[in-house]
């Protein structure tokens, strides 16, 4: 065995996993599209949106929750903290 076979076999064998990892991709996408584009219905619901409806997903769950733009850092539980820690 002379360096170049040595190296040779090595290239060999790195095509070799290169191109099966390729078809194990290929078969794993092809395999995910088919399910994805399956008939929906009810038992066979592709989206959120096909399962709840969209009208639901519309509405605020509660008619109090703030909407807009909100201040992350001035939560009540943050300002209690602040309170707490400079009282």
């Known amino acids: 065995m002379t360096v170049l076979g040595l190296l040779a076999r090595f290239v ?3 095509g070799i ?3 099966s990892l390729l078809l ?18 009810i038992n066979g619901a592709r989206t959120l ?6 009208a639901r997903l519309t509405q605020p769950f509660d ?5 807009g ?10 300002l209690e903290a602040a309170q707490r820690k400079s009282g």
């Open 12 to 14: 060999f064998a790195i």
């Open 17 to 19: 996993i290169a191109v």
């Open 24 to 41: 194990v991709f290929i078969v794993w996408t092809l395999l995910a599209d088919r399910v994805k584009l399956r008939r929906g219905g």
């Open 49 to 54: 949106d096909e399962r709840v409806g969209t």
């Open 63 to 67: 008619r109090d929750a703030p909407c």
């Open 69 to 78: 733009r909100v201040d992350q850092l001035r939560t009540p539980e943050l």
